[in-house]
C-alpha cells in the first residue's frame, strides 16, 4: 500500500509539472511569485532613475515623533502590514515611523501610485509642446490610427475612458494584468487591445490605458526630435528637478525592454513626499515652474463629463491618473496603489501624508478601500486637526 502511495504521489506530481511547463512562462512566474508584493523591486530588471546631487530633504519638526499612536492605531498599522508611514506639514516632517526591516532609504514598488507619476509626465509633455491631451493616440501610434481605435485621444487615456478590452485582475493567471507584470513584451499586449465601448463616455480603471499612454509619451518623444525612454524623460524633467534624493528603480518586462508604467516604480516614502510637494505647490519646485500649475489643476480635478464607475452619476473621484478623496468635508488629490501604497496631498493643511505597506483592506466604500481612512485618520490626529488647533 504505501509503495502504491509514493507511486500515485508520483503520478500526480509528473502530471503537474507537465502542466506548469505547457503554461505561457508568465503565468508560470506568476505561480512562482504567487502574488506581487511592494518587495519585488529586484525579480525583474530595470533602469535606473537618478536622483540629483543637490538632494532637498524635508526637515525635522520641533515635535518630530512626539506623537505616540494609540494600542488601536498601532494594531491597525499593524494588521495591514506598513511599512513605512510618514506625515508632513509646512515642509517640515512631524512623525516617521518604518517597519519590517524598512529604512528611509528602502526602495518599494508603489504600484499603480506609478499612474500618477505617468500623468504628471504627460503634463510636461503638453507643456513643452511635445504633444496635446486632446490629440488621437493614432498621431503617435500607427496601431490605433483606423476603425474604432481612431476615435481613442490622450485624454481618454489620461481619464481611464478608452473604452479598451482591459481586464483589471491580478487574481487571475488569465488576466491581462497578470500577463503585463509577470510577461516579457507588454507593448505587444497593450498594442492588441481592441475597444468594446465609446471611448470618453465612461471612466473605467485599466492599466492598459496607462500602459498605453507612457508609449504616446515616447512617441511624442521620438517625433519631437527628442527620443527618450520614459525612465530617461522622468529623470530629466520631474526626478531631478524635485531634488529627490534617492535613485529610483523604473521595472522593465525583459532586458532592455519596456518599462511598466502602469505600476512598478520603486522609490522611497521621502521622495514620494517630494511629488506631493509639488502638487501642493500648484507645480512649482522652490522658484521652478516643473508642470504647469493650468495642467495641474486640471490633473487633480474630477472628469465629471465622464460617467462614474457604478453608473449612477458623473465621475467626481478620479483625474488625469491622480485619484480625488473626499473625507471629512474636504477633497484632496491622492496617489494609490496596490497593496495600500498611498500619498495624500492635504491644501487644507499644507501636509502630506505617505503610507507604504504589504496589504489593504478587502472591503470598498465605492470607489475606496476601507483601510485608508484610518491612515487620514492617525494623520489628522497627529496634524492637530481641526487644523485652527495644530500645532
Request: glycine letters at 8%; aromatic letters at 14%; charged letters at 20%.
Amino acid at each position: 500500500m504505501k509503495k502504491r502511495g509514493v507511486k500515485i504521489s508520483c503520478g500526480i506530481l509528473a502530471v503537474l509539472a507537465v502542466v506548469y511547463f505547457c503554461l505561457p512562462v508568465y503565468m508560470q512566474e506568476a505561480l512562482i511569485h504567487w502574488f506581487p508584493d511592494i518587495s519585488d523591486t529586484y525579480i525583474f530588471p530595470s533602469e535606473r532613475v537618478e536622483a540629483t546631487d543637490s538632494c532637498w530633504d524635508f526637515p525635522l519638526a520641533t515635535s518630530y515623533n512626539t506623537y505616540r499612536m494609540t494600542e488601536t492605531e498601532n494594531d491597525f498599522m499593524q494588521k495591514y502590514g506598513t511599512v513605512s508611514y510618514l506625515v508632513i506639514r509646512n515642509d517640515s516632517v512631524l512623525y516617521e515611523e518604518y517597519r519590517d526591516g524598512w529604512t528611509p532609504q528602502t526602495l518599494s514598488n508603489i504600484f499603480s501610485a506609478t499612474k500618477s507619476i505617468v500623468g504628471l509626465l504627460t503634463g510636461i509633455a503638453q507643456d513643452e509642446g511635445y504633444l496635446h491631451i486632446d490629440d488621437p493616440i493614432g498621431n503617435y501610434l500607427p496601431e490605433f490610427q483606423s476603425g474604432a481605435k481612431k476615435k481613442i485621444t490622450i485624454r481618454h487615456l489620461l481619464t481611464m475612458s478608452s473604452g479598451l478590452n482591459w481586464d483589471e485582475s491580478y487574481s487571475s493567471l488569465k488576466s491581462k494584468t497578470t500577463a503585463a507584470y509577470y510577461g516579457d513584451d507588454i507593448r505587444s499586449l497593450v498594442m492588441d487591445l481592441e475597444p468594446i465601448e465609446e471611448p470618453g463616455k465612461r471612466y473605467s480603471y485599466k492599466s492598459g490605458d496607462t500602459q498605453l499612454l507612457s508609449f504616446v509619451l515616447e512617441a511624442a518623444l521620438q517625433k519631437g526630435g527628442n527620443p527618450m525612454t520614459i525612465s530617461q524623460y522622468a529623470e530629466e524633467k520631474l526626478w531631478q528637478p524635485i531634488q529627490a534624493c534617492n535613485d529610483a528603480l523604473w521595472n522593465l518586462d525583459r532586458e532592455g525592454g519596456d518599462e511598466k508604467t502602469y505600476c512598478c516604480f520603486n522609490t522611497t516614502a521621502r521622495d514620494l513626499a517630494h511629488l506631493a510637494r509639488l502638487i501642493l505647490h500648484q507645480g512649482n519646485w522652490n522658484g521652478q515652474q516643473v508642470i504647469s500649475a493650468a495642467y495641474l489643476s486640471e490633473a487633480i480635478s474630477p472628469a465629471s463629463y465622464l460617467e462614474n464607475e457604478f453608473g449612477d452619476g458623473p465621475l467626481d473621484y478620479y483625474g488625469f491618473q491622480i485619484w480625488i478623496v473626499h473625507y471629512k468635508g474636504m477633497s484632496f488629490p491622492a496617489f494609490r496603489g496596490l497593496g495600500g501604497q498611498y500619498v495624500f496631498a492635504l491644501p487644507q493643511a499644507n501636509a502630506i501624508v505617505v503610507r507604504l505597506g504589504h496589504k489593504r483592506s478587502d472591503e470598498y466604500l465605492r470607489e475606496n478601500t476601507t483601510d485608508i481612512f484610518p491612515y487620514l485618520d492617525i494623520a489628522f490626529n497627529i496634524l492637530g486637526y481641526p487644523w485652527s488647533e495644530a500645532q
